[in-house]
């Protein structure tokens, strides 16, 4: 199998974080030109993270690079931690020249990014648009995710997507949160209902925006800790079902990934009516370590 020749920098950042070691790791190539897609997939599959994420020169005008994002099996359309923690990398690297706004060339489309720039720059997404998809049943999601129905809030759980395909099911109160887990025959189930291959994202509402877990089976992983593409889909089922307030300018966190041991603060501000204007998320970086990969040539 042919490998591209030569040696790349990477950075390792853990992402939704201030806290070494917490939040959602993600390693980083910043200069990936010359690495050739199905090398990418394997050298995700070697770091073996949620994502791994390669920076190559852009192919629209309107962009400033273009970020490729792999699981350890597939390339993913977007994803949000892999945004935030390369944009924090492109602002360290001098990619983009600690610009407070500039737009990354992903596979879901041009992806708006700003910056509250200090020393602890605060990176943030605008969310790809919203897609609405089919409702559950209430028992069905709760054997979903090894739940009594008792424990879920009387909601209806629905399929939303902002490029990842998500279940979203509310429950009672954090402890419901930590006793869930994926039924991975349920899951197939439902995936066969609906012909996609969907996350699954268990969260109680609290009084500052959500305690969170999401769970998959696709991308390699079983649970993610920080999972920023679908936290403004969650905000928009949130307002939807009035589990938080729909006021324009509203922020909020969805904290997750703290039963992992990988606690994850990401940030939601919703601009206009119920996000009539965009959903934004966004989140700290805090850089780990720096390398350099090898590869072999043919």
């Keep these: 199998m042919h490998v591209t020749g030569g040696s790349y920098r990477y950075r390792l950042v ?35 993270l949620s994502e791994t994420a390669f920076v190559v020169p852009a192919t629209r005008a309107d962009c400033a690079v273009q970020v490729r994002i792999f699981t350890p099996v597939e390339e993913m359309t977007f994803a949000g931690h892999p945004t935030v923690g390369t944009s924090f990398v492109l602002l360290e690297e001098g990619i983009v020249q600690r610009r407070s706004q500039f737009t990354l060339q992903e596979k879901v489309g041009p992806v708006g990014i700003r910056v509250e720039v200090g020393e602890r720059p605060l990176v943030w997404f605008t969310t790809p648009e919203i897609a609405s998809g089919r409702p559950y049943e209430r028992t069905v999601c709760a054997r979903l995710i090894g739940l009594d129905p008792d424990d879920l809030l009387d909601v209806t759980p629905q399929m939303l997507s902002a490029g990842n395909p998500t279940v979203y099911v509310a429950v009672k ?36 925006g959500a305690y969170s877990r999401m769970f998959t089976k696709h991308h390699g992983i079983v649970e993610d800790p920080a999972t920023g593409s679908s936290t403004g889909p969650l905000a928009t089922y949130m307002m939807r079902h009035n589990l938080i307030a729909g006021t324009a300018g509203q922020h909020f966190v969805s904290e997750q990934g703290v039963k992992m041991g990988r606690r994850s603060i990401l940030r939601v501000h919703v601009r206009g009516a119920r996000g009539s204007e965009g959903i934004d998320v966004g989140g700290h970086v805090t850089p780990i370590a720096e390398g350099v990969f090898h590869l072999s040539k043919p």
């Design 173 to 208: 109160d954090r402890a419901a949160v930590d006793r869930a887990w994926l039924d991975l025959n349920e899951l197939a189930s439902i995936n066969a209902e609906s012909d996609v291959d969907a996350c699954v994202f268990v969260f109680t509402p609290t009084s500052d």
């Design 14 to 48: 853990d992402v939704f974080t201030e806290t070494p070691l917490e939040g959602n790791p993600l390693v980083v190539f910043p200069q990936a030109n010359g690495i050739d897609g199905s090398t990418m997939q394997r050298i995700a599959r070697e770091f073996n």
